[in-house]
T-cell receptor, first 112, second 116 residues
Framework: TQLLEQSPQFLSIQEGENLTVYCNSS?????LQWYRQEPGEGPVLLVT?????EVKKLKRLTFQFGDARKDSSLHITAAQPGDTGLYLC????????????FGTGTRLTVIP | EPEVTQTPSHQVTQMGQEVILRCVPI?????FYWYRQILGQKVEFLVSFYNNEISEKSEIFDDQFSVERPDGSNFTLKIRSTKLEDSAMYFC??????????????FGEGSRLTVL
């Protein structure tokens, strides 16, 4: 199983600030997904990145896939309290089984 | 919008008791999963199910765990004899094409299991 480390583990910021969270893998992966989990709910897909160097934007969220496809970042501009949640990166098991493994997560709190 | 539904939302049980958690995946999906999340910790893979059999299971998914898709719509997780450390939120998920094909996993809202 590939190891996915996310940093920081916890992040607490004021409304309106920008932030970046990171996801790093021990090996190359073919694609990576970012999910967001709100308290008491299951994870919800935000984006899938496939190509090295790819950048995807989702409103105030910008996702980047590293050139070497071993890392990814999520940048949030002008954070809002509604952005509060657990941000998870996840990758498909490369052994052939069609499974998804999650990173350690970044718990974001945006203070009004 | 189709969604994955899970029951019960919360179950409290005594150590050693059997528990069955139920899930109704999205109807045309082919891949089914159980994950668990201990309070404050990461989302951990338990088992995947495809074509009426287990595709893969993690080391957490020992002989005390089993899954079934008894009637083509429900997907159940059974814990035969619960332990204190089984206390967690259990999430069911389903996917049409699976993550290897960049398919999205759709998660239910979870079943919180508390073992006393």
């Amino acid at each position: 199983t590939q190891l996915l480390e996310q940093s920081p583990q916890f992040l607490s910021i004021q409304e309106g600030e920008n932030l970046t969270v990171y996801c790093n893998s021990s090996s190359v992966f073919s694609s990576l997904q970012w999910y967001r989990q709100e308290p008491g709910e299951g994870p919800v897909l935000l984006v899938t990145v496939v190509t090295g160097g790819e950048v995807k934007k989702l409103k105030r969220l910008t996702f980047q896939f590293g050139d070497a496809r071993k890392d990814s970042s999520l940048h949030i501009t002008a954070a809002q309290p509604g952005d509060t949640g657990l941000y998870l990166c996840a990758l498909a098991d490369q052994t052939g089984a069609n499974n998804l493994f999650f990173g350690t997560g970044t718990r974001l709190t945006v203070i009004p | 919008e189709p969604e994955v539904t899970q029951t019960p939302s919360h179950q409290v049980t005594q150590m050693g008791q059997e528990v069955i958690l139920r899930c109704v995946p999205i109807s045309n999906h082919l891949y089914f999963y159980w994950y668990r999340q201990i309070l404050g910790q990461k989302v951990e893979f338990l088992v995947s199910f495809y074509n009426n059999e287990i595709s893969e299971k993690s080391e957490i998914f020992d002989d005390q765990f089993s899954v079934e898709r008894p009637d083509g719509s429900n997907f159940t997780l059974k814990i035969r004899s619960t332990k204190l450390e089984d206390s967690a939120m259990y999430f069911c998920a389903s996917s049409g094409t699976g993550p290897l094909n960049t398919g999205e996993l759709f998660f239910g809202e979870g079943s919180r299991l508390t073992v006393l």
